[in-house]
């Protein structure tokens, strides 16, 4: 199975957040373990969990509503996010979508 930093999933049912206006760099990928690509989301709103990427002091979190190598609209943009897992505030409109993270370091 070809392991992806992109995964898409379906929705049963945004918020737009952001952090503060720290600079930090980015410091690598890391690997997203939930949910899966092309898995149906019951929960809603989703939780989404990623594994940690050493030295990374946070995260930033982006859900789509189509790839992130083609035209999309971001659902999502969570930056500066302390935690390997994050839960949206309000309920995500049914639909395929699709989210990536990016670790931080510095500041």
Known sequence: MRQSTKAA??????????????????????????????????????????????????????VADGPFDTPHTLILDVSCHPDTNYVPFTVIETGTYYWRAQALQGG
């Open 9 to 62: 999933f379906i929705l049963t049912a945004i918020l737009l957040t952001s952090c503060t206006s720290r600079v930090l760099d980015r410091i690598g990928t890391p690997a997203l373990i939930s949910p899966e690509d092309g898995v149906t989301i019951i929960e809603n709103p989703p939780a989404f969990f990623w594994h940690r990427v050493a030295d990374a002091v946070a995260y930033n979190l982006q």
